[in-house]
């Protein structure tokens, strides 16, 4: 009996010690898959974390190279620059002795009418300032043609022979028929004596070989909104005026006063592109935004 007990109370040991061993082998096993799982879940999540970054930043590169590109402020200060000195370009001076873009007046044709004349300062219907060159006349409204004749240099010649070279600056209405032209009192007395009052002339259209550079003006109350623009001291009739709009060139109406208006401001202050009667062009660019001031370029049309 006291052997039985013994071998009983080993064998219930050995079952015991059996017991522990297998749960603590269990528990190594139930630990190793929760460590396992944990990461298995990270790596998941690292691809979106490790890409969003880099991703972030492929996305910044290039939304900051475009806005180096354009470089507004640098633009801006080169205007600014050079609107304190207005420069110009002769980008074409393709040009036909017709004169394709000529109105009434054109080159090698003569005019016959008659001459008369008032007290001329220089100014008048042209909007031109009044000045200490007396050579001037007034067109008859005819060949005034809504200010194309203001500018315009013609040869005027008497029967007798004399002759004199003057600038349109007015026009005169009215009494004054086609193929008049109304002289300052200076320029009929360089062809008659101012008691004939009235004597026959012919007249044609002149270019001539002494001339200032052309002179732009924006009129009194011009704006980024609404603007006129005058060219002054043109050697040749100006056919057209356009403003850069964009990517191309707009063409202005002219006003009978001979200012060309923009009047919604469009290309008011940028590039100005002015066309003579022989089609040749000047391109300005740097002419200020400033109203009634005469700004002079360094450019003039060719002499014809």
């Known amino acids: 009996m006291h052997r039985r007990w013994l071998f009983v109370a080993a064998a219930g040991a050995l079952i015991v010690v059996s017991l522990i061993v297998g749960l603590l082998v269990d528990h190594k096993a139930d630990t190793g898959d929760a460590e396992a799982k944990p990461a298995a879940g990270t790596q998941a999540d690292v691809p979106p974390a490790t890409v969003s970054p880099s991703a972030s930043a492929s996305a910044t590169e290039p939304s900051v190279k475009p806005s180096a590109k354009k470089t507004p402020r640098k633009e801006s200060a080169r205007a600014t620059a050079t609107s304190a000195k207005p420069s110009a370009a002769d980008t074409s001076r393709a040009g036909s002795a017709a004169a394709p873009l000529a109105g009434r007046i054109r080159p090698g044709a003569t005019y016959r009418g008659v001459a008369t004349f008032y007290d001329s300062d220089g100014s008048g219907a042209c909007m031109y300032d009044a000045s200490g060159?007396?050579?001037?006349?007034?067109?008859?409204?005819?060949?005034?043609?809504?200010?194309?004749?203001?500018?315009?240099?013609?040869?005027?010649?008497?029967?007798?022979?004399?002759?004199?070279?003057?600038?349109?600056?007015?026009?005169?209405?009215?009494?004054?028929?086609?193929?008049q032209v109304d002289l300052s009192a200076e320029a009929f007395a360089e062809l008659a004596q101012p008691s004939a009052g009235k004597i026959p002339i012919t007249w044609s259209l002149s270019s001539p070989g002494a001339a200032d550079t052309v002179s732009i003006r924006y009129k009194t109350g011009s704006s980024r909104y609404w603007c006129g623009l005058q060219v002054i001291g043109h050697r040749n009739p100006v056919a057209r005026l356009e403003v850069r709009a964009g990517s191309g060139w707009r063409q202005l109406s002219r006003t009978e006063y001979n200012?060309?208006?923009?009047?919604?401001?469009?290309?008011?202050?940028?590039a100005i592109r002015v066309t003579d009667i022989f089609g040749e062009q000047l391109t300005l660019n740097g002419v200020a935004l400033t109203a009634d001031a005469v700004q002079p370029t360094r450019v003039q049309f060719a002499k014809r």
């Open 259 to 270: 200012y060309f208006i923009s009047d919604d401001g469009s290309g008011c202050g940028g």
């Open 133 to 179: 060159d007396v050579m001037t006349g007034a067109m008859n409204s005819t060949d005034y043609e809504t200010a194309k004749a203001c500018g315009a240099y013609v040869l005027v010649r008497a029967a007798n022979g004399a002759s004199v070279t003057v600038r349109i600056t007015n026009e005169c209405p009215g009494d004054c028929a086609p193929g």
